[in-house]
């Protein structure tokens, strides 16, 4: 439907448009203007004809002739193509056309001493009618009527082919015209739409990630200057773009270099918060709640370090899946068990078999399941189900459910609904790490992911979605 009506469509019709109302108008102006032309040369002639002819008739032999006169009268004026009667009061010539096709009006004006002529068309034939009347001069030079009135029919057939012949060559110019102006259309529409595709697909290439896209510049009309803004577009956007990855790849480099140097002084301060662990209760209060606060800290920084790393490793593209085939639902059970969470839980765990990365989904689950249990409320469920080609998990809890303005930043990193949790043991980036995990799972162009939504029954819905088929070769 965009094609049939697109530019180069809407180009022809207003080409073809403009040429069939151009056409119309000088043909039509064109016909009516030779129409008259013809027929006023063809009534001219005729009653010029006519007047001359009768001039021959003066000085009139009988003032008040009869039928006979009457006839040789009608005489003078008849030719091939041309009908004539006489009349003088009740006596007339011989009839040489039904005295019907002589309009009263127009006897009413030759009365009145005037030549007068109309053209009618009896049963479709075209004919012209004239009236003269015979004048006659009086002793003091007025002229008056001498009651003897002429009338004649002229056949206008030949005219009126005349005229047709004219229309149709009128309408065989404007077809031609029309055909020109098609083709004209299509030159101008080619014209016009090549540095328009270009521009599109050059756009398209741009908008594909292909930040080298550039357009020939051809003249220095509007289009031409529309394919300069797009290059220096592309061409800023491109710089922009380039600093953004130089950026994006320092920081990132920066947030590893860091992380992998946390972990040392972490790692050796690890075992002096175990044992500071050990001694608080035999602390005074005050010491005893510092040191349990210093190793909680210090779980929570390692906890950090470790979200960190992995992040990074998504970053660069160096994450990567060990892949087995399992039972999900005991994969799952597992989970639960290791945490300590099997009595929390309600699951519904049918067995389903995935070649997936075992680590990864159990990461994927406690993240979903120690959520729900944290920030939910009781009681929560987890549900597996799976069809030919996907697994899907859903973690549900009881809770209040999310706030719809939370809703699409709740994989964002570092992202904390509650700004009052800005200092609890989650980091921000436990949920961003579960849909990363999600997303290395691949079958083809078929890829893992992770959903939040509210349920219609109360409570936050967490859905993690897997190929069943997962294949190496998912890293960024």
């Known amino acids: 439907m965009t094609r049939l009506f697109g530019l180069r469509t809407r180009l022809l019709i207003a080409f073809?448009?403009?040429?069939?109302?151009?056409?119309?108008?000088?043909?039509?102006?064109?016909?009516?203007?030779?129409?008259?032309?013809?027929?006023?040369?063809?009534?001219?002639?005729?009653?010029?004809?006519?007047?001359?002819?009768?001039?021959?008739?003066?000085?009139?032999?009988?003032?008040?002739?009869?039928?006979?006169?009457l006839n040789e009268i009608a005489d003078v004026v008849r030719d091939r193509n041309t009908a004539a009667i006489a009349f003088y009061g009740e006596e007339r010539s011989r009839d040489e056309f039904p005295l019907q096709l002589i309009p009263a009006d127009l006897r009413w004006e030759v009365d009145r001493?005037?030549?007068?002529?109309?053209?009618?068309?009896?049963?479709?034939?075209?004919?012209?009618?004239?009236?003269?009347?015979?004048?006659?001069?009086?002793?003091?030079?007025?002229?008056?009527?001498?009651?003897?009135?002429?009338?004649?029919?002229?056949?206008?057939?030949?005219?009126?082919?005349?005229?047709?012949?004219?229309?149709?060559q009128s309408w065989g110019i404007g077809g031609v015209a029309l055909g020109l102006a098609v083709v004209l259309a299509l030159f101008a529409a080619r014209g016009v739409l090549r540095p328009v595709r270009e521009l599109s697909d050059a756009a398209q290439r741009l908008g594909g990630g292909d930040l080298e896209t550039r357009i020939s510049v051809r003249g220095n009309d509007e289009l031409a200057q529309v394919a300069r803004t797009f290059n220096e577009t592309a061409a800023e956007l491109e710089r922009h773009v380039t600093q953004l990855r130089e950026m994006k790849a320092e920081a990132q480099r920066f947030v590893a270099d860091v992380s992998h140097e946390l972990r040392t002084p972490l790692?050796?301060?690890?075992?002096?918060?175990?044992?500071?662990?050990?001694?608080?209760?035999?602390?005074?209060?005050?010491?005893?709640?510092?040191?349990?606060?210093v190793s909680q800290e210090i779980h929570n920084l390692g906890r950090l370090v470790n979200d960190l790393i992995e992040i990074s490793r998504f970053d660069s593209g160096t994450a990567a899946l060990?892949?087995?085939?399992?039972?999900?639902?005991?994969?799952?059970?597992?989970?639960?068990?290791?945490?300590?969470?099997?009595?929390?839980?309600?699951?519904?765990?049918p067995e389903v078999t995935a070649v997936v990365d075992p680590r990864r989904v159990d990461v994927v689950v406690a993240n979903l399941v120690g959520n729900a249990l944290r920030h939910g409320a009781a009681p929560v469920s987890v549900r597996l189900r799976a069809d030919e080609d996907w697994a899907t998990v859903e973690v549900l809890d009881s809770g209040p459910g999310l706030d719809p303005e939370v809703l699409p930043h709740v994989f964002a990193r570092f992202y904390k609904a509650d700004v009052a949790r800005t200092r609890s043991e989650g980091s921000g980036l436990g949920l961003a790490i579960a849909r990363e995990n999600a997303a290395l799972h691949r079958d083809g162009e078929h890829r893992g992911d992770l959903f939040a939504a509210n349920d219609p029954a109360g409570g936050a819905v967490f859905t993690l979605r897997l190929p069943r088929r997962a294949r190496n070769g998912g890293g960024e």
Do not use: F
Not at 29 to 43: E, K, T
Not at 327 to 349: K, S
């Open 16 to 69: 073809g448009l403009l040429s069939v109302v151009t056409a119309a108008a000088v043909a039509g102006v064109s016909y009516v203007q030779a129409r008259n032309l013809v027929l006023q040369q063809s009534q001219d002639a005729s009653v010029r004809a006519t007047t001359t002819r009768l001039e021959t008739l003066y000085p009139l032999r009988n003032p008040a002739p009869g039928p006979v006169e």
């Open 113 to 168: 001493g005037k030549i007068v002529w109309q053209r009618i068309r009896p049963h479709g034939v075209p004919v012209l009618v004239t009236g003269v009347p015979l004048m006659v001069v009086n002793a003091d030079g007025s002229v008056r009527p001498s009651g003897i009135q002429v009338y004649t029919v002229r056949d206008l057939m030949s005219e009126e082919e005349d005229i047709g012949w004219l229309a149709i």
């Open 267 to 293: 790692a050796a301060m690890t075992p002096v918060t175990d044992m500071l662990d050990e001694d608080a209760d035999r602390l005074p209060d005050e010491l005893g709640a510092a040191a349990r606060l």
């Open 322 to 349: 060990t892949l087995d085939g399992v039972d999900l639902a005991a994969l799952v059970r597992a989970t639960l068990r290791t945490r300590g969470w099997t009595d929390q839980v309600d699951a519904d765990l």
